[in-house]
Structures are given as C-alpha cells and as structure tokens.
C-alpha cells in the first residue's frame, strides 16, 4: 500500500536533510517508516543503508560504535535504530567533527529517545518527524490541505457528497495502516489489529521497561477506546484499573511514546470563566478504535454509542496528519467552558484560530456551531474560519466565515 501512495512527510523529510545534520523518522508499527526511507536514499539522497533487523550490523554496532560509524562512507540511513541505543551517543560525535546536513536519517520507534541523556545529546542536531497511519488525503491524492484553507479564510466547496452515516463508516472501520487495508473487513481485519496490538505490547514497551504491569496497559487502552474524543480524567480510569493516579498518567505517555493513543490538550485562553483544563483523549487510528470497541462498520452506522466518538476520533486524527504537513504551522487543542464546547482548536504561532465540530447528524441547527459563533465574536480578527464536519450533501454557509462542511471536505 505504502509504495503505491505518495506519502506527505516525504517533503518533510527530504527538507529537513538539506539542513539539519540528523533526521529522526519516527511513527507507529507498519505505517511504512523504512519504505519512506529507502524511497528517499534511493532518488533525493543517496546514501549507505544498514538495516538493524539484520544481526551481523546490530552486534557490530553494539561492540563498537564509534567504529562501526567510521566503517560507514558518506550519509548513512540507519534503520530500525532503537535496537542499538549504544550508537546515538557516538552518532552525536560524528555530526559534531562533521556538521555537514544529511549526515544520518534514521528511522524507529520514539522509545529510543527514552533516555534524558541520549535526547539532550542530539539537541540542536536533530529534527524528528512523525509518519502517521495514512490519511485519506494521502489515499486520495488531494491536492487541498483544509487546515491551510481554514486559515485563509475559507472552507471546502464540496458538493454531491455521500450522505448520513455511510459518508464515513467504512473508511473510519478500515483505518490508516497500510497492511490493516489490505485484509478484507472483519474476521481478517480484526485479528490483524488483534497481533498488532500485541506485538507492540510485547516489543516496544518491554523495550521502556521491564518493570511495567503490562497486563494493565491493555485494559488501558480499552478504556481510553471506550471514552474516545471525551475528556481523560485520570483518577476516574485510576480507579477503574486499582492503580495511582500517577501510574495511570504515566501509562498514558508509554501508550502515546508508541503512537497507539495521544491526547489533545485543553486550549486556555482566558476569554470565559469555567475554562476546562483536562485533556481529551483519543487513538491514533480509527481502524484500532474500532476494534478496540468491536466496532465494525455496521455498528458504526447504526449504534448512537459508539457513531458520534469514532467519527470525532476518526477527523481529529485526520486533521492532526493534515496539520503536519500544512503550511501553517499550528497547534491543536480542544475547547470547552461550562457547557458549551468546541471539539478541536487550531491555533497558529501568530496566535490566529481556527475551529472545527464534529456531528454525525446530515442537518445542522444553530445550536450546532453556538459556541465556534461566540468564539468567532470573541477574537474578532484572530478568528479565521470556523466549520461544522457533518454528513450532509454540500458545504452551506452558517454566517460570517462558519460553513457546514462534508466530512469528504477533509480530502478534496
């Protein structure tokens, strides 16, 4: 799948080794991390590549770092890198006497980068870039990027879009990884999730720390699957699972350090009193959520349950993707005073603001966009575009720089 998609953190990478002496290309299990790679060493940067999977490089590297680097002619792509911490260290000795860019592209897990000593290290020498599942503007070839739109002011012109819930059922069932696409749904789809669930339970994590209950983690997770899009409150899922509430913070940032979870932080600012702090939560993949919930595209279209948090989980996760690549550099956040909330805030460095809700419904009332409204009177200039991502047929004006947009309008 990887090799027939053009993925966008190709720009990305390829960018950051004009100028930076080592790029870190980081993500989950089998999002196509050494494929991206290789695809760039072989055409915009040729360089040696040395695989960790295989045992003879890996037992070289560990007995003698420093030399196996000397050993290595020219820009080096190492692959699967968090399998020899011991080199990360010597690398950093090697960009210093050679501060050329491009000097390393690597590739692994975030685990590698556990340790305090081996991050400051490569401090200033290194810039990381995250390869997500893929996104259905990826899938799709969109030429359009929405966060870049919303902050120009506009929203998607989309027209004749599928309507009500199988605008976006199967997608959200199906997810981004790439191997996950190519089962067929059900029984096939699910024990693929199922292994690789597993897997990076027994891998990834063990790799942090020995030390973890790892039997709890995965009722973690189900419990993070279950309460999807909605605000984390740790002493509640602490009290579910018999552990401290820091434990459970900290579970929290393992499940995010192997990109299975992530949380969207509360946006603060100060423009209403009864502010919520707490953030929300939820998994990286809505092919993962679904499984997680028994979910398939069936339930997703019919269970009122289970429909509203897998397709706010499914565009937040999209938009997170899409943020990544845009060109305006921004942060997400969700928002909620009193009752009233909104589901994700885009906020650039120049502090402009962007909003976007999340409803299941194909009609749309004013009650729907209320809050992005007092939002857009709030900030005034600030307040660039607002949209509600719902199941109707078209983009519809809602007033002054607010549209109801089509959940397609996230890829066209």
């Known amino acids: 799948m990887t090799e027939l998609v053009s993925r966008r953190a190709r720009r990305l990478v390829v960018e950051a080794l ?127 990027n929405i966060v870049d739109l919303l902050f120009a002011g506009r929203a998607p012109d989309v027209q004749g879009a599928p309507v009500g819930r199988a605008a976006f059922a199967s997608i959200a069932a199906a997810g981004g990884y790439p191997e996950a696409l190519l089962r067929s749904p059900g029984r096939r789809r699910d024990r693929w999730f199922a292994n690789y669930v597993h897997d990076t339970f027994e891998t990834d994590l063990r790799d942090i720390s020995d030390a973890l209950k790892l039997t709890e983690l995965p009722r973690l997770l189900r419990l993070i699957a279950a309460q999807a899009a909605n605000e984390l409150v740790y002493r509640n899922l602490a009290r579910r699972l018999d552990l401290t509430h820091a434990t459970v913070k900290s579970y929290i940032e393992l499940l995010e350090m192997v990109f299975l979870a992530r949380r969207l932080p509360a946006w603060r600012p100060g423009i209403g009193a009864r502010e919520v702090r707490a953030p929300k939560g939820y998994i990286v993949d809505s092919g993962l959520l679904a499984h997680l919930l028994g979910a398939g595209e069936r339930r997703i279209g019919e269970d009122d349950q289970v429909t509203g948090k897998v397709l706010e ?74 949209i509600v991502v719902y199941t109707g047929r078209q983009t519809v004006p809602l007033g002054d720089r607010i549209w109801a947009v089509p959940v397609s309008g996230l890829w066209q």
């Open 18 to 144: 004009a100028d930076t002496r080592v790029v870190f290309v980081t993500g989950a299990r089998q999002v196509g991390k050494s494929t991206l790679a290789q695809e760039i060493v072989a055409n915009e940067h040729p360089a040696t590549v040395v695989s960790f999977d295989d045992e003879g490089p890996r037992a070289a590297a560990r007995l003698d770092p420093t030399g196996f680097l000397e050993g290595l002619p020219g820009p080096v792509l190492i692959d699967e890198v968090q399998r020899v911490p011991e080199l990360l260290l010597a690398i950093k000795y090697r960009v210093d006497r050679d501060t050329r860019p491009g000097r390393f592209l690597l590739t692994g897990s975030a685990n590698v980068f556990a340790s305090r000593r081996v991050h400051e290290a490569l401090t200033g020498r290194m810039e990381t870039i995250v390869l997500w599942p893929l996104a259905q503007a990826e899938t799709r070839n969109a030429d359009t």
């Open 313 to 386: 989980n499914f565009v937040a996760m999209e938009v997170l993707r899409l943020a990544d690549w845009a060109k305006i550099d921004t942060r997400l956040y969700h928002y909620r005073q009193g009752r009233e909330e909104i589901d994700l805030i885009l906020e650039s460095r120049a502090g402009a603001v962007a909003a976007i809700e999340v409803k299941s419904s194909a009609t749309i009332r004013p009650r729907d966009y209320s809050a992005i409204t007092r939002l857009r009177d709030a900030m005034d200039k600030q307040f660039k575009a607002g």
